[in-house]
């Protein structure tokens, strides 16, 4: 079977999502498969050259600023038409918060099998086949999703972003989608969580984060000062936004953020079950902590014990003297 891929483009900032990029990578390596690219909004045709410049030469387009206000229930309708005009047997979506809002409303609009979280997916004769973490990463999970139609949901930095391989893309505009009630929800404002300054926690490659170790909200630009050293997001424990150090915008884990970065750093945190569920799948762990027996270190790929106090600052000026920032 060599389905169609329809991957649903995630905008930011008038941009195809680095999210949305790493899916079509996913597409283009499944072998054989035709990749159409689809848009909804007002810019749709606007970023339609994007997906050209990777490979994608054929786009799919919704416009209407109903799309817009980044409302999956809406998009998931006109996602699905896409589905349906093009005759895709799989629709990838980046695992966004977005992304993983939008596939479930999609796979119960175009009556299909969905799957979120995916690190690895296998396109074969009888379904696909999706890989992914569960229990915070302490079991990984493979389904069979039958039924000749799927979404998957990717887990973010599990793939790689695609080379170029630029083509022309052509734009097809399909008819406007019968919202009903869903196309009168407006956003009407956009208020930015307190989140650093830095890259944004969910994306980024590089993730440092502290947690109660460092005894107090005046000992956290230990954190921030490493993270901008590294060109990193800052994270935290739950301990540190319950106390108010720090807001519930910077929380890594099952209540906070899910991250998969690079390189994350565990600074102070011990480890708890919550805390690995959000990083778990990190792709090198280095955690610093002064108790040996500290369950960070049973996910740790690099552990230091020691006191972070004399560690991190050390670490800072180092980073600093490598990269020249000193
Ligand atoms: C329903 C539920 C949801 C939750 N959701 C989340 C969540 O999303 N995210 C989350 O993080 N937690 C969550 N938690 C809380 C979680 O169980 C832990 O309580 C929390 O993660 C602990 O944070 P911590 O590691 O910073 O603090 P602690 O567990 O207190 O660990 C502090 C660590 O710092 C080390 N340390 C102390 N001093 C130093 C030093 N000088 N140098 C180096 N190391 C030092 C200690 O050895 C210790 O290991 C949740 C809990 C529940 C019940």
Not at 86 to 98: H, K, S
Not at 227 to 256: C, E, I, K, M
Not at 317 to 324: I, L
Request: aromatic share 6%.
């Amino acid at each position: 079977m060599t389905p169609t891929v329809l991957v649903v483009g995630e905008l930011q900032a008038g941009h195809l999502a680095g999210a949305t990029r790493e899916a079509i990578g996913v597409a283009r390596g499944i072998p054989g498969a035709t990749v159409v690219g689809f848009v909804a909004g007002s810019d749709a045709r606007a970023v339609a050259p994007e997906f050209g410049k990777l490979g994608v030469a054929r786009v799919l387009a919704t416009a209407g600023p109903s799309f817009d206000s980044g409302y999956p229930a809406a998009a998931a309708r006109a996602a699905s038409a896409a589905a349906t005009a093009c005759g895709a047997g799989l629709v990838l979506v980046g695992g966004t918060t977005f992304g993983r809002d939008l596939a479930g409303r999609l796979a119960i609009a175009w009556n299909a099998a969905a799957a979120t979280g995916v690190t690895e997916l296998v396109v074969g004769e009888g379904g696909f086949r999706v890989t992914r973490p569960i229990f915070g990463g302490r079991a990984t999970e493979v389904r069979r999703l039958e039924g000749g139609r799927a979404v998957v949901a990717l887990r973010p930095h599990a793939y790689p972003a695609p080379t170029e391989s630029p083509v022309a893309a052509a734009v097809e505009n399909l008819p406007p989608v019968e919202l009903g009630p869903l196309g009168s929800v407006q956003r009407t404002s956009v208020e930015s969580a307190a989140a650093g300054s830095g890259p944004s926690l969910t994306d980024a490659a590089i993730v440092v984060s502290g947690g109660r170790g460092l005894r107090g909200p005046e000992n956290f630009h230990l954190i921030e000062e490493l993270a901008t050293a590294l060109g990193a997001a800052v994270g935290a424990s739950r301990a540190v936004t319950d106390a108010g150090w720090r807001s519930t915008s910077f929380q890594v884990g099952q209540t906070g953020k899910t991250v998969s970065p690079q390189l994350y750093f565990a600074i102070g945190i011990s480890g708890a079950i919550q805390h690995l569920v959000g990083m778990v799948s990190s792709r090198v762990i280095v955690a610093i902590n002064s108790d040996a027996s500290a369950p960070i270190f049973k996910v740790a790929d690099y552990g230091i014990v020691g006191d972070l106090f004399q560690i991190v600052p050390a670490l800072t000026a180092e980073v600093r003297r490598v990269r020249g920032l000193a």
